[in-house]
């Protein structure tokens, strides 16, 4: 398949649309078939229908003549949680992320501020959620963080070099990763879920628990219970918990809790998870928790309970664009290319003067 063929295919799959379905936005000025020909190559569409499709597709019709700098083989990506999704749903946001990485990539080239990352927990060995907990912490010592919160947690992973990409879904998805290239680490992020901070930097965490930990010998289940352990972990140190509530409690306040929430950015929920794996709490004040958050239509929705101020950005690509603007390396025009927004438009919301 050549470039032309592929990113036709590409731009369709990111709309979500079927080849009948585009054809209906033409007005069925090319048939189905015609348009599965310009995907596979075996005809090459003249310069007016290019324009007409990348019209009704909102793209600019530069976008079909650029070539995928980042290959991605559907077959060996591991977003788990894809699964439970339609394949076209599934196409529509590998498709999203592919586009996004494409201009992300093009721009740390540009820029040169490329970050390729070698995984910092390839030696570690997990067997239990101990091995689990000596992994968070060695992460937090290697990476400087201490043992108080983290503040964006979005921010140090894409200083990291993690590609953090945020797409809208429906609510039976919250994230998802890959190493893509052997190289380039990719977290994936449900804007739906946004509306919850403590559980948007829980994902997060938890997909980079996917990245790094070495898990892919057990079964599905097990993974995702190592990979919330270390989200846990990551976000409320035992250290912490230590200095902040004592390693052995016979019980604790609602107000004790809601205030590490407000300062740590983790859901109480994800606390007392914590707490009784620590062996803090005991099982039963762990049940009695869990029975009270019931009674009260809390455990989907616990805003009641305070909430977490901190800010979560995804900030580096276009902190990235602005320098490559200001030193005159791009032109305007290219910059809202990368951006992905019609030119007037950038201009608004990104020149000053």
């Not at 394949?87 to 999203?96: L, T, W």
């Not at 990719?186 to 938890?206: A, E, K, M, S, W």
């Not at 628990?209 to 995702?224: F, G, M, R, S, T």
């Not at 995804?314 to 927004?341: C, M, P, T, W, Y």
Request: glycine share 6%.
């Amino acid at each position: 398949m050549n470039a032309l063929a592929q990113r036709f295919k590409s731009a369709r799959e990111m709309k979500g649309l079927s080849l009948q379905e585009l054809s209906d936005l033409l007005d069925k000025s090319i048939s189905k078939q015609g348009l599965h020909k310009y995907e596979t190559g075996e005809v090459v569409p003249d310069h007016g229908m290019i324009k007409n499709i990348a019209t009704v597709l909102e793209l600019k019709p530069d976008y079909f003549y650029r070539e995928h700098v980042t290959n991605i083989d559907y077959d060996k990506v591991s977003y788990r949680k894809l699964a439970d999704l339609s394949k076209k749903e599934q196409h529509r946001i590998i498709e999203i992320t592919r586009d996004v990485l494409d201009r992300y990539l093009e721009l740390e080239n540009t820029t040169g501020k490329s970050i390729y990352l070698s995984n910092p927990l390839s030696d570690f060995s997990i067997k239990s959620y101990e091995d689990v907990e000596m992994a968070a912490k060695y992460l937090r010592e290697i990476w400087e963080l201490g043992s108080g919160p983290i503040y964006n947690v979005l921010e140090l992973l894409e200083g990291k070099g993690f590609k953090i990409i945020e797409f809208s879904s429906d609510d039976s998805i919250d994230g998802i990763s890959a190493w893509i290239q052997d190289k380039i680490p990719v977290i994936g992020l449900n804007l739906r879920r946004r509306v919850d901070l403590t559980r948007y930097r829980f994902t997060t965490l938890h997909e980079l628990a996917h990245l790094l930990l070495n898990i892919e010998e057990y079964p599905v289940k097990d993974q995702e219970k190592f990979c919330n352990y270390f989200a846990g972990a990551m976000l409320l140190p035992k250290h912490a918990i230590e200095v902040e509530l004592g390693l052995k409690r016979k019980r604790i306040s609602l107000q004790e809790l809601v205030s590490i929430k407000k300062q740590y950015g983790i859901s109480v929920q994800a606390i007392v998870y914590r707490l009784k794996d620590l062996r803090v709490i005991t099982q039963t004040s762990y049940a009695n928790f869990f029975r009270y958050m019931s009674a009260n239509n809390m455990r989907k929705d616990e805003s009641k309970l305070g909430k977490y101020g901190g800010e979560e950005e995804v900030l580096r690509f276009d902190h990235l664009l602005g320098q490559a603007l200001i030193e005159e390396r791009i032109s305007v025009s290219k910059a809202a290319a990368l951006k992905n927004l019609p030119l007037n438009l950038f201009r608004k919301e990104f020149i000053l003067g």
